[in-house]
Protein backbone atom coordinates (compact mmCIF):
# COMPACT_ATOMS: atom_id res chain seq x y z
CA UNK A 1 0.00 0.00 0.00
CA UNK A 2 1.14 3.44 -1.16
CA UNK A 3 1.65 5.08 2.64
CA UNK A 4 1.67 8.36 0.98
CA UNK A 5 -1.63 7.86 0.11
CA UNK A 6 -3.06 6.51 3.05
CA UNK A 7 -1.72 9.54 5.77
CA UNK A 8 -3.31 11.53 3.03
CA UNK A 9 -6.63 9.73 3.90
CA UNK A 10 -6.14 9.83 7.46
CA UNK A 11 -5.48 13.74 7.24
CA UNK A 12 -8.36 14.16 5.58
CA UNK A 13 -10.53 11.76 7.82
CA UNK A 14 -8.77 13.55 10.73
CA UNK A 15 -9.47 17.32 9.35
CA UNK A 16 -13.25 16.03 8.34
CA UNK A 17 -14.35 14.66 12.17
CA UNK A 18 -12.14 17.61 13.36
CA UNK A 19 -14.76 19.93 11.27
CA UNK A 20 -17.32 18.45 13.10
CA UNK A 21 -16.32 19.04 16.69
CA UNK A 22 -15.25 21.99 15.93
CA UNK A 23 -18.69 23.18 14.25
CA UNK A 24 -20.57 22.07 17.41
CA UNK A 25 -17.88 22.99 20.46
CA UNK A 26 -17.62 27.05 18.76
CA UNK A 27 -21.57 27.11 19.88
CA UNK A 28 -20.89 25.49 23.09
CA UNK A 29 -17.88 27.73 23.73
CA UNK A 30 -20.08 30.62 21.94
CA UNK A 31 -22.71 30.35 24.21
CA UNK A 32 -20.58 29.56 27.60
CA UNK A 33 -18.97 32.84 26.48
CA UNK A 34 -21.71 34.71 27.09
CA UNK A 35 -24.03 33.48 29.39
CA UNK A 36 -21.71 31.10 31.58
CA UNK A 37 -23.68 28.68 30.73
CA UNK A 38 -22.59 25.12 30.01
CA UNK A 39 -25.66 24.29 27.46
CA UNK A 40 -26.48 20.56 27.22
CA UNK A 41 -29.18 20.91 25.28
CA UNK A 42 -26.67 22.09 22.41
CA UNK A 43 -26.33 18.41 20.93
CA UNK A 44 -30.14 18.10 20.71
CA UNK A 45 -29.79 20.85 17.70
CA UNK A 46 -27.91 18.16 15.90
CA UNK A 47 -30.80 15.92 15.72
CA UNK A 48 -33.28 18.72 15.08
CA UNK A 49 -31.09 19.98 11.89
CA UNK A 50 -31.17 16.28 10.84
CA UNK A 51 -34.90 15.36 11.91
CA UNK A 52 -35.74 18.65 10.38
CA UNK A 53 -33.41 17.86 6.58
CA UNK A 54 -35.01 14.88 6.54
CA UNK A 55 -38.43 15.74 7.02
CA UNK A 56 -38.04 18.38 4.18
CA UNK A 57 -36.24 16.27 1.95
CA UNK A 58 -39.56 13.56 2.05
CA UNK A 59 -41.74 16.83 0.48
CA UNK A 60 -39.04 16.12 -2.45
CA UNK A 61 -37.57 19.68 -2.37
CA UNK A 62 -33.95 18.38 -2.85
CA UNK A 63 -31.36 17.08 -0.76
CA UNK A 64 -29.65 20.61 -0.79
CA UNK A 65 -32.72 22.95 0.50
CA UNK A 66 -33.58 20.07 3.04
CA UNK A 67 -30.26 20.80 4.54
CA UNK A 68 -30.68 24.44 4.28
CA UNK A 69 -34.39 24.37 5.90
CA UNK A 70 -33.15 22.06 8.64
CA UNK A 71 -30.23 24.05 9.81
CA UNK A 72 -32.48 27.04 9.86
CA UNK A 73 -34.83 25.02 11.97
CA UNK A 74 -31.81 24.37 14.12
CA UNK A 75 -31.22 27.48 14.53
CA UNK A 76 -34.99 28.67 14.84
CA UNK A 77 -34.87 26.33 17.83
CA UNK A 78 -31.87 27.45 19.56
CA UNK A 79 -33.50 30.84 19.42
CA UNK A 80 -36.91 29.67 21.16
CA UNK A 81 -35.38 27.91 23.19
CA UNK A 82 -33.35 30.36 24.83
CA UNK A 83 -36.47 32.43 25.05
CA UNK A 84 -38.55 30.35 26.40
CA UNK A 85 -36.32 28.42 28.74
CA UNK A 86 -32.86 30.10 29.41
CA UNK A 87 -34.05 33.69 29.35
CA UNK A 88 -36.22 33.39 32.55
CA UNK A 89 -33.34 31.86 34.76
CA UNK A 90 -30.43 34.17 33.63
CA UNK A 91 -27.83 35.26 35.98
CA UNK A 92 -29.13 32.34 37.90
CA UNK A 93 -26.46 30.44 39.81
CA UNK A 94 -24.49 27.84 37.77
CA UNK A 95 -26.44 25.07 38.82
CA UNK A 96 -30.01 26.31 37.68
CA UNK A 97 -28.84 27.02 34.69
CA UNK A 98 -27.11 23.69 34.15
CA UNK A 99 -30.22 21.70 35.31
CA UNK A 100 -32.41 24.35 32.80
CA UNK A 101 -30.51 22.81 30.04
CA UNK A 102 -30.53 19.11 31.27
CA UNK A 103 -34.57 19.64 31.31
CA UNK A 104 -34.87 21.25 27.59
CA UNK A 105 -32.47 17.97 26.26
CA UNK A 106 -35.49 15.83 27.91
CA UNK A 107 -37.89 17.81 26.48
CA UNK A 108 -36.44 17.97 23.46
CA UNK A 109 -35.34 14.13 22.98
CA UNK A 110 -38.82 12.97 24.07
CA UNK A 111 -40.32 15.28 21.64
CA UNK A 112 -38.18 13.24 19.47
CA UNK A 113 -39.05 9.99 20.38
CA UNK A 114 -42.94 10.78 20.83
CA UNK A 115 -42.57 12.27 16.60
CA UNK A 116 -40.11 9.96 14.95
CA UNK A 117 -40.07 6.98 17.70
CA UNK A 118 -37.02 5.80 19.74
CA UNK A 119 -35.65 3.83 16.53
CA UNK A 120 -32.65 5.19 13.89
CA UNK A 121 -33.91 6.33 10.60
CA UNK A 122 -32.78 6.20 7.53
CA UNK A 123 -30.81 9.28 6.14
CA UNK A 124 -30.86 8.63 2.61
CA UNK A 125 -28.24 11.03 0.08
CA UNK A 126 -28.76 11.76 -3.30
CA UNK A 127 -25.88 10.06 -5.73
CA UNK A 128 -24.19 12.93 -5.91
CA UNK A 129 -23.03 13.13 -2.08
CA UNK A 130 -22.36 9.46 -1.87
CA UNK A 131 -19.94 8.60 -4.46
CA UNK A 132 -16.08 7.79 -3.29
CA UNK A 133 -13.28 8.58 -5.22
CA UNK A 134 -10.76 5.78 -5.28
CA UNK A 135 -7.11 4.98 -6.15
CA UNK A 136 -4.70 2.67 -5.95
CA UNK A 137 -7.21 -0.16 -6.76
CA UNK A 138 -9.47 0.84 -4.02
CA UNK A 139 -7.17 0.58 -1.29
CA UNK A 140 -7.66 4.21 -0.65
CA UNK A 141 -11.22 5.85 -0.31
CA UNK A 142 -11.92 9.58 -0.44
CA UNK A 143 -15.95 10.33 0.09
CA UNK A 144 -17.28 13.18 -1.18
CA UNK A 145 -18.93 13.54 2.27
CA UNK A 146 -15.58 13.66 3.40
CA UNK A 147 -14.72 16.20 1.36
CA UNK A 148 -18.07 18.13 2.12
CA UNK A 149 -17.60 18.23 5.21
CA UNK A 150 -13.98 19.58 4.91
CA UNK A 151 -15.37 22.34 2.70
CA UNK A 152 -18.67 23.40 4.48
CA UNK A 153 -17.02 23.67 7.37
CA UNK A 154 -14.49 26.08 6.10
CA UNK A 155 -16.82 28.33 4.74
CA UNK A 156 -18.47 28.65 7.96
CA UNK A 157 -16.14 29.10 9.43
CA UNK A 158 -15.02 31.62 6.97
CA UNK A 159 -18.67 33.25 7.69
CA UNK A 160 -18.38 33.56 11.26
CA UNK A 161 -14.62 34.84 11.67
CA UNK A 162 -16.17 37.84 9.16
CA UNK A 163 -19.19 38.26 11.73
CA UNK A 164 -17.05 38.23 14.91
CA UNK A 165 -14.22 40.73 13.62
CA UNK A 166 -16.15 42.89 11.23
CA UNK A 167 -19.38 43.37 12.36
CA UNK A 168 -20.83 45.37 15.40
CA UNK A 169 -23.21 42.65 16.60
CA UNK A 170 -19.92 39.80 15.98
CA UNK A 171 -17.40 42.23 17.76
CA UNK A 172 -20.08 42.85 20.18
CA UNK A 173 -20.37 39.46 20.85
CA UNK A 174 -17.15 39.21 21.74
CA UNK A 175 -16.76 41.88 23.68
CA UNK A 176 -20.00 40.51 26.20
CA UNK A 177 -18.22 37.43 26.26
CA UNK A 178 -14.95 39.27 27.62
CA UNK A 179 -17.17 41.99 29.92
CA UNK A 180 -20.98 41.39 30.43
CA UNK A 181 -20.87 44.48 32.48
CA UNK A 182 -18.75 46.54 30.49
CA UNK A 183 -21.03 45.57 27.22
CA UNK A 184 -23.75 46.93 28.84
CA UNK A 185 -21.84 49.97 29.74
CA UNK A 186 -21.31 50.97 26.10
CA UNK A 187 -24.13 50.50 25.11
CA UNK A 188 -24.85 46.99 23.47
CA UNK A 189 -28.26 45.36 22.94
CA UNK A 190 -27.47 42.36 25.47
CA UNK A 191 -30.46 40.48 24.46
CA UNK A 192 -30.00 41.08 21.05
CA UNK A 193 -26.49 39.94 21.24
CA UNK A 194 -27.58 36.21 22.77
CA UNK A 195 -30.09 35.63 20.74
CA UNK A 196 -27.93 36.40 17.73
CA UNK A 197 -25.04 33.92 19.63
CA UNK A 198 -28.25 31.58 19.76
CA UNK A 199 -28.71 31.24 16.42
CA UNK A 200 -25.07 30.96 15.04
CA UNK A 201 -24.44 28.16 17.95
CA UNK A 202 -27.38 26.24 16.81
CA UNK A 203 -26.40 26.86 13.06
CA UNK A 204 -23.54 25.49 13.44
CA UNK A 205 -24.90 21.78 15.28
CA UNK A 206 -27.52 21.79 12.79
CA UNK A 207 -25.32 21.93 10.11
CA UNK A 208 -23.07 19.57 12.40
CA UNK A 209 -26.13 17.17 12.50
CA UNK A 210 -26.63 16.81 8.97
CA UNK A 211 -23.29 15.96 7.88
CA UNK A 212 -23.38 13.70 11.35
CA UNK A 213 -26.27 11.83 9.86
CA UNK A 214 -25.00 12.42 6.30
CA UNK A 215 -21.59 10.24 7.79
CA UNK A 216 -23.16 7.68 9.29
CA UNK A 217 -26.09 7.10 6.87
CA UNK A 218 -28.87 7.20 10.11
CA UNK A 219 -30.45 10.04 12.40
CA UNK A 220 -31.97 9.29 15.77
CA UNK A 221 -33.23 11.06 18.89
CA UNK A 222 -29.87 10.50 20.35
CA UNK A 223 -27.33 11.31 17.79
CA UNK A 224 -26.45 14.70 19.41
CA UNK A 225 -24.97 12.93 22.66
CA UNK A 226 -21.60 11.15 21.48
CA UNK A 227 -20.13 14.28 19.48
CA UNK A 228 -21.89 16.92 22.46
CA UNK A 229 -19.41 14.96 24.60
CA UNK A 230 -16.66 15.29 22.70
CA UNK A 231 -17.61 18.98 22.10
CA UNK A 232 -17.35 19.69 25.37
CA UNK A 233 -13.78 18.42 25.50
CA UNK A 234 -12.83 20.18 22.30
CA UNK A 235 -14.18 23.16 23.99
CA UNK A 236 -12.13 22.47 27.58
CA UNK A 237 -8.81 21.42 25.71
CA UNK A 238 -8.95 24.54 23.85
CA UNK A 239 -10.15 26.83 26.18
CA UNK A 240 -14.15 26.79 27.35
CA UNK A 241 -15.53 30.06 25.92
CA UNK A 242 -13.25 31.08 22.82
CA UNK A 243 -14.06 30.48 19.88
CA UNK A 244 -10.47 30.17 18.29
CA UNK A 245 -10.17 27.72 21.52
CA UNK A 246 -13.28 25.38 19.94
CA UNK A 247 -11.76 25.80 17.01
CA UNK A 248 -8.19 23.97 17.80
CA UNK A 249 -10.00 21.65 20.32
CA UNK A 250 -12.18 20.32 17.82
CA UNK A 251 -9.38 19.77 15.33
CA UNK A 252 -7.08 18.70 17.79
CA UNK A 253 -9.72 16.07 19.20
CA UNK A 254 -10.47 14.74 15.35
CA UNK A 255 -6.69 14.25 14.70
CA UNK A 256 -6.01 12.53 17.93
CA UNK A 257 -9.11 9.96 17.95
CA UNK A 258 -8.13 8.80 13.75
CA UNK A 259 -4.32 8.35 15.24
CA UNK A 260 -5.15 6.20 17.83
CA UNK A 261 -7.76 4.41 15.11
CA UNK A 262 -5.40 4.75 12.16
CA UNK A 263 -1.78 4.88 13.26
CA UNK A 264 -1.54 2.69 17.01
CA UNK A 265 -2.25 -1.52 17.05
CA UNK A 266 -5.43 -2.23 16.41
CA UNK A 267 -5.88 -3.49 20.35
CA UNK A 268 -5.84 0.28 21.30
CA UNK A 269 -8.75 1.76 19.09
CA UNK A 270 -11.40 0.54 21.50
CA UNK A 271 -10.06 3.16 24.38
CA UNK A 272 -9.86 5.83 21.58
CA UNK A 273 -12.41 7.70 24.06
CA UNK A 274 -11.31 6.73 27.29
CA UNK A 275 -7.90 8.24 25.54
CA UNK A 276 -10.09 11.16 24.97
CA UNK A 277 -11.19 11.48 27.92
CA UNK A 278 -8.02 11.15 30.05
CA UNK A 279 -6.99 13.87 28.22
CA UNK A 280 -9.89 15.60 29.59
CA UNK A 281 -8.96 14.94 32.95
CA UNK A 282 -5.34 15.78 32.90
CA UNK A 283 -5.96 19.62 30.79
CA UNK A 284 -8.83 20.11 33.82
CA UNK A 285 -6.19 19.44 36.14
CA UNK A 286 -3.41 20.84 34.61
CA UNK A 287 -4.22 23.12 32.21
CA UNK A 288 -8.17 24.15 33.30
CA UNK A 289 -7.78 27.18 31.11
CA UNK A 290 -7.20 25.36 28.18
CA UNK A 291 -4.42 25.92 25.30
CA UNK A 292 -5.77 29.70 24.26
CA UNK A 293 -7.42 31.25 26.45
CA UNK A 294 -5.20 33.25 29.27
CA UNK A 295 -6.01 33.57 32.74
CA UNK A 296 -7.67 37.20 33.05
CA UNK A 297 -4.91 39.40 33.95
CA UNK A 298 -4.88 42.24 36.01
CA UNK A 299 -3.02 45.56 35.06
CA UNK A 300 -2.75 48.70 36.90
CA UNK B 1 -0.83 66.50 23.56
CA UNK B 2 -3.28 67.59 20.74
CA UNK B 3 -4.97 70.51 19.66
CA UNK B 4 -7.89 71.90 21.43
CA UNK B 5 -10.62 70.34 18.58
CA UNK B 6 -13.98 70.38 19.90
CA UNK B 7 -14.33 67.19 21.15
CA UNK B 8 -17.40 64.76 20.46
CA UNK B 9 -19.89 65.89 22.08
CA UNK B 10 -23.67 66.72 21.67
CA UNK B 11 -23.78 70.71 21.42
CA UNK B 12 -24.97 71.71 24.50
CA UNK B 13 -25.49 75.32 24.75
CA UNK B 14 -22.97 75.99 27.24
CA UNK B 15 -23.56 78.76 29.80
CA UNK B 16 -20.13 80.71 31.49
CA UNK B 17 -19.82 78.68 34.27
CA UNK B 18 -21.09 77.05 36.96
CA UNK B 19 -24.67 77.15 35.80
CA UNK B 20 -26.03 75.01 38.21
CA UNK B 21 -25.14 78.67 40.88
CA UNK B 22 -26.69 80.68 37.84
CA UNK B 23 -29.98 78.41 38.67
CA UNK B 24 -30.04 77.16 35.17
CA UNK B 25 -32.15 73.50 35.14
CA UNK B 26 -29.85 70.65 35.65
CA UNK B 27 -29.14 68.09 32.96
CA UNK B 28 -28.57 65.06 35.31
CA UNK B 29 -30.49 65.11 38.50
CA UNK B 30 -30.36 62.86 41.22
CA UNK B 31 -33.36 63.09 43.85
CA UNK B 32 -33.61 60.79 47.35
CA UNK B 33 -32.15 57.66 45.24
CA UNK B 34 -31.70 54.67 47.69
CA UNK B 35 -29.86 52.00 46.39
CA UNK B 36 -29.35 48.28 48.58
CA UNK B 37 -27.44 45.40 47.12
CA UNK B 38 -29.78 42.75 49.60
CA UNK B 39 -29.80 43.95 53.38
CA UNK B 40 -27.01 45.83 52.98
CA UNK B 41 -28.47 49.78 52.04
CA UNK B 42 -25.26 51.31 49.96
CA UNK B 43 -27.13 54.89 49.20
CA UNK B 44 -29.70 56.44 51.80
CA UNK B 45 -31.42 59.41 50.27
CA UNK B 46 -29.02 61.07 48.14
CA UNK B 47 -29.95 64.09 45.84
CA UNK B 48 -27.56 65.49 43.44
CA UNK B 49 -27.13 67.44 40.19
CA UNK B 50 -25.50 68.09 37.39
CA UNK B 51 -26.16 71.40 35.27
CA UNK B 52 -24.94 71.11 31.36
CA UNK B 53 -21.43 72.26 30.68
CA UNK B 54 -20.57 71.49 34.24
CA UNK B 55 -18.33 69.34 36.35
CA UNK B 56 -19.41 67.23 39.19
CA UNK B 57 -16.65 65.63 41.85
CA UNK B 58 -18.32 63.01 43.76
CA UNK B 59 -15.45 62.62 46.89
CA UNK B 60 -15.65 60.09 49.44
CA UNK B 61 -13.59 57.12 51.52
CA UNK B 62 -14.04 53.97 49.98
CA UNK B 63 -17.73 52.54 50.72
CA UNK B 64 -19.15 55.25 50.51
CA UNK B 65 -21.67 54.77 47.46
CA UNK B 66 -19.48 56.78 44.85
CA UNK B 67 -19.78 54.10 42.24
CA UNK B 68 -23.23 52.50 43.19
CA UNK B 69 -24.37 56.33 42.42
CA UNK B 70 -22.19 56.16 38.87
CA UNK B 71 -23.85 52.50 38.89
CA UNK B 72 -27.42 53.16 39.27
CA UNK B 73 -27.46 55.89 36.76
CA UNK B 74 -26.03 53.79 34.38
CA UNK B 75 -28.85 51.10 34.86
CA UNK B 76 -26.61 48.64 36.43
CA UNK B 77 -27.89 48.51 39.79
CA UNK B 78 -31.47 49.63 39.87
CA UNK B 79 -32.35 52.03 42.89
CA UNK B 80 -34.90 50.94 45.83
CA UNK B 81 -36.77 54.35 45.25
CA UNK B 82 -36.10 58.22 43.95
CA UNK B 83 -35.55 59.18 40.54
CA UNK B 84 -32.49 59.46 38.44
CA UNK B 85 -33.49 62.05 34.93
CA UNK B 86 -31.50 63.32 32.12
CA UNK B 87 -33.13 66.70 30.96
CA UNK B 88 -36.23 66.33 32.76
CA UNK B 89 -36.83 62.69 31.13
CA UNK B 90 -36.76 60.01 33.96
CA UNK B 91 -34.09 57.14 33.40
CA UNK B 92 -33.82 55.29 36.79
CA UNK B 93 -36.17 52.51 35.02
CA UNK B 94 -34.08 52.10 31.53
CA UNK B 95 -31.94 49.32 30.90
CA UNK B 96 -28.46 50.34 30.30
CA UNK B 97 -28.32 50.10 26.41
CA UNK B 98 -31.09 52.93 26.51
CA UNK B 99 -29.35 54.96 28.68
CA UNK B 100 -26.10 55.43 27.05
CA UNK B 101 -28.38 55.62 23.77
CA UNK B 102 -29.83 59.02 25.73
CA UNK B 103 -26.35 60.23 26.20
CA UNK B 104 -25.26 58.91 29.33
CA UNK B 105 -21.54 57.30 28.91
CA UNK B 106 -19.85 55.27 31.45
CA UNK B 107 -16.24 54.85 31.69
CA UNK B 108 -15.42 52.39 34.82
CA UNK B 109 -13.50 51.81 37.29
CA UNK B 110 -10.74 49.71 36.27
CA UNK B 111 -10.94 50.77 32.83
CA UNK B 112 -12.73 47.38 31.95
CA UNK B 113 -11.64 47.73 27.93
CA UNK B 114 -12.05 44.90 25.88
CA UNK B 115 -8.63 42.98 26.19
CA UNK B 116 -9.40 40.70 23.19
CA UNK B 117 -10.52 42.96 20.79
CA UNK B 118 -8.19 45.74 19.31
CA UNK B 119 -7.96 49.43 20.03
CA UNK B 120 -9.70 50.38 17.17
CA UNK B 121 -12.59 47.71 17.75
CA UNK B 122 -13.21 48.75 21.12
CA UNK B 123 -13.60 52.25 20.14
CA UNK B 124 -15.79 50.75 17.42
CA UNK B 125 -17.87 49.61 20.15
CA UNK B 126 -17.98 52.86 22.11
CA UNK B 127 -20.03 54.70 19.26
CA UNK B 128 -22.30 51.28 19.27
CA UNK B 129 -25.05 53.21 20.65
CA UNK B 130 -25.45 55.78 18.55
CA UNK B 131 -28.46 56.22 16.68
CA UNK B 132 -26.38 58.54 14.10
CA UNK B 133 -23.35 56.50 12.62
CA UNK B 134 -21.85 59.59 10.92
CA UNK B 135 -19.14 61.35 12.22
CA UNK B 136 -17.85 58.24 13.45
CA UNK B 137 -14.36 58.76 11.63
CA UNK B 138 -14.27 62.31 12.83
CA UNK B 139 -14.78 61.19 16.10
CA UNK B 140 -12.60 58.69 16.18
CA UNK B 141 -9.67 60.93 14.39
CA UNK B 142 -9.79 63.82 17.61
CA UNK B 143 -9.61 60.91 19.74
CA UNK B 144 -6.28 59.85 18.01
CA UNK B 145 -5.13 63.16 18.34
CA UNK B 146 -5.84 63.63 21.75
CA UNK B 147 -3.80 60.32 22.52
CA UNK B 148 -1.34 59.59 19.63
CA UNK B 149 -0.17 56.96 21.35
CA UNK B 150 -3.22 55.15 20.64
CA UNK B 151 -3.59 55.57 17.33
CA UNK B 152 0.16 54.36 17.34
CA UNK B 153 -1.67 50.98 19.02
CA UNK B 154 -4.77 50.97 16.89
CA UNK B 155 -4.64 47.53 16.06
CA UNK B 156 -3.30 46.05 19.10
CA UNK B 157 -5.15 44.29 21.30
CA UNK B 158 -6.40 46.36 24.14
CA UNK B 159 -5.10 43.86 26.76
CA UNK B 160 -1.84 44.23 25.68
CA UNK B 161 -2.07 48.05 26.53
CA UNK B 162 -0.38 49.90 29.25
CA UNK B 163 -2.33 51.02 32.81
CA UNK B 164 -2.44 54.40 31.45
CA UNK B 165 -2.98 53.82 27.80
CA UNK B 166 -5.98 51.24 28.50
CA UNK B 167 -7.55 54.28 30.89
CA UNK B 168 -7.18 56.42 27.56
CA UNK B 169 -8.70 54.16 25.81
CA UNK B 170 -11.64 53.82 28.16
CA UNK B 171 -12.03 57.71 28.14
CA UNK B 172 -12.26 57.41 23.99
CA UNK B 173 -14.03 54.51 24.18
CA UNK B 174 -16.91 56.71 26.06
CA UNK B 175 -16.17 59.88 24.08
CA UNK B 176 -17.45 57.69 21.00
CA UNK B 177 -20.61 57.62 22.55
CA UNK B 178 -21.08 61.33 21.91
CA UNK B 179 -22.48 61.50 25.95
CA UNK B 180 -24.44 64.62 27.16
CA UNK B 181 -22.42 63.39 30.56
CA UNK B 182 -19.78 61.55 30.97
CA UNK B 183 -19.05 59.96 33.87
CA UNK B 184 -15.69 58.81 35.28
CA UNK B 185 -15.21 56.63 38.11
CA UNK B 186 -12.12 57.16 39.19
CA UNK B 187 -9.86 57.80 36.33
CA UNK B 188 -6.23 57.96 37.95
CA UNK B 189 -6.51 54.85 40.09
CA UNK B 190 -3.55 53.09 39.39
CA UNK B 191 -1.77 54.57 37.65
CA UNK B 192 1.71 56.22 37.52
CA UNK B 193 1.63 60.27 38.46
CA UNK B 194 3.03 61.45 35.17
CA UNK B 195 -0.11 59.38 33.57
CA UNK B 196 -2.63 60.74 35.91
CA UNK B 197 -1.79 64.17 35.16
CA UNK B 198 -2.16 63.43 31.02
CA UNK B 199 -5.52 62.13 31.86
CA UNK B 200 -6.74 64.93 33.93
CA UNK B 201 -4.93 67.64 31.68
CA UNK B 202 -7.38 66.10 28.82
CA UNK B 203 -9.67 65.91 30.95
CA UNK B 204 -9.30 70.01 31.66
CA UNK B 205 -9.15 70.15 27.89
CA UNK B 206 -12.77 68.49 27.54
CA UNK B 207 -14.30 70.86 30.21
CA UNK B 208 -12.99 73.59 28.42
CA UNK B 209 -14.83 72.51 25.68
CA UNK B 210 -18.25 72.39 27.28
CA UNK B 211 -18.55 68.29 28.00
CA UNK B 212 -20.53 67.53 30.92
CA UNK B 213 -18.94 65.32 33.77
CA UNK B 214 -19.72 63.34 37.09
CA UNK B 215 -16.19 62.50 38.35
CA UNK B 216 -15.55 59.84 41.04
CA UNK B 217 -11.79 60.38 42.40
CA UNK B 218 -9.83 59.47 44.98
CA UNK B 219 -6.84 62.02 45.14
CA UNK B 220 -9.33 65.00 46.00
CA UNK B 221 -6.67 67.49 45.19
CA UNK B 222 -6.81 66.49 41.39
CA UNK B 223 -10.54 66.30 41.48
CA UNK B 224 -11.58 69.84 43.45
CA UNK B 225 -9.07 71.57 41.09
CA UNK B 226 -11.04 70.45 37.94
CA UNK B 227 -14.47 70.33 39.14
CA UNK B 228 -16.75 73.28 39.44
CA UNK B 229 -18.84 71.40 42.33
CA UNK B 230 -18.32 68.67 45.11
CA UNK B 231 -20.12 66.57 46.80
CA UNK B 232 -18.84 64.37 49.92
CA UNK B 233 -20.30 60.95 50.64
CA UNK B 234 -20.16 59.19 53.52
CA UNK B 235 -21.63 55.80 54.30
CA UNK B 236 -24.41 56.52 51.35
CA UNK B 237 -25.36 59.87 52.62
CA UNK B 238 -24.24 63.33 51.36
CA UNK B 239 -22.12 64.79 54.50
CA UNK B 240 -20.84 67.45 52.64
CA UNK B 241 -21.83 69.53 49.28
CA UNK B 242 -20.44 72.97 47.99
CA UNK B 243 -18.19 74.49 45.32
CA UNK B 244 -14.55 73.35 44.07
CA UNK B 245 -13.39 76.69 45.44
CA UNK B 246 -15.36 76.61 48.76
CA UNK B 247 -14.19 72.88 49.51
CA UNK B 248 -10.18 73.78 48.84
CA UNK B 249 -10.62 76.74 50.59
CA UNK B 250 -11.15 74.31 54.13
CA UNK B 251 -10.17 71.07 54.10
CA UNK B 252 -10.36 70.55 57.39
CA UNK B 253 -14.51 70.46 56.54
CA UNK B 254 -13.85 68.47 53.66
CA UNK B 255 -12.01 65.94 55.86
CA UNK B 256 -14.31 65.99 58.94
CA UNK B 257 -17.06 64.95 55.93
CA UNK B 258 -14.97 61.72 54.73
CA UNK B 259 -15.09 60.69 58.47
CA UNK B 260 -18.32 61.86 59.61
CA UNK B 261 -18.68 65.21 62.13
CA UNK B 262 -21.51 67.19 59.82
CA UNK B 263 -20.69 70.77 58.91
Given at each position: ???????????????????????????????????????????????????????????????????????????????????????????????????????????????????????????????????????????????????LTVVLTAVALAGLGWFVT??????????????????????????????????????????????????????????????????????????????????????????????????????????????????????????????????????? | ???????????????????????????????????????????????????????????????????????????????????????????????????????????????????????????????????????????????????????????????????????????????????????????????????????????????????????????????????????????????????????????????????????
Amino acid sequence: MNLGLYITQQVINAIALGSLYALVAIGLSMIFGILRMANFAHGDMMMVGGFGTLVLQATGIGFGWAAVGGIAIGALCGVIVERVAYRPVRGSPEVTLLLTSFAVTYILENLGILIFTSSAHNFPLPDWMDNAFQFSDGQITFTQINILTVVLTAVALAGLGWFVTRTDLGLGMRAAAEDMGAAHLVGLDVNRLIIVAFAIASGFAGLGGVLWAAQSGVVSYSMGFTPLLKAFVAAIIGGFGSIAGALLGGYLLGALEILIVAFLPAEVSPYRDAIVFALLIAFLLFRPNGLLKRAQEVKL
Amino acid sequence: MGKPEPMPSRPTNTPERSPAQSGAKPLLEVSDLRVSYGAVTAIRGVSLSVAAGEVVALLGANGAGKSTMLRTISGLSRPRSGRISLGGEAIHRLPPARIVRLGIAHCPEGRRVFGSLSVAENLRLGAAARAERSGMAEDRERIYAMFPILRERMTQSAGTLSGGEQQMLALGRALMARPKVLLLDEPSLGLAPLLVQQIFRTLAELKAQGVTMLLVEQNINLALALADRAYVLRTGEVSLAGSAAELQADYEKVAAAYLGARP
